[in-house]
């Protein structure tokens, strides 16, 4: 009867790393869904940083957008460095509605 429990816990065992490895499938699936999201998010917010080095102003939208961006990522440590891109443009923008979002972060 040994061997037929050792076949039953195998058995088990095969049947938990297939789970596991459904599972980490899954998880790469939203991985990757995720990252193109905020990869797309982020180009949008490069062409916006382009529009305001080749203009004299940017859109209330885009404006808004950028703001949308540095609430996203002031929580996490990545993309630091285009939150303070961001920020500096921010500072340019000469927006009633944007007096608070500047006091907010000592802009």
Excluded: C, P, W
Aim: glycine share 2%.
């Amino acid at each position: 009867n040994l061997k037929g429990n050792y076949l039953n816990e195998k058995r088990k065992l095969e049947k938990r790393i297939l789970d596991l490895r459904k599972m980490k499938d899954d998880l790469m699936k939203i991985y990757e869904a995720t990252t193109q999201k905020l990869n797309k998010e982020l180009d949008e917010s490069k062409k916006i940083i382009q529009d305001f080095k080749n203009k004299d102003g940017l859109s209330h939208i885009q404006v808004e957008y950028l703001k949308a961006t540095v609430m996203k990522y002031m929580m996490g440590q990545k993309n630091r460095a285009l939150v303070s891109v961001i920020l500096t443009i921010l500072k340019f923008t000469q927006n009633e509605s944007d007096i608070i979002f500047r006091h907010m972060y000592d802009l």
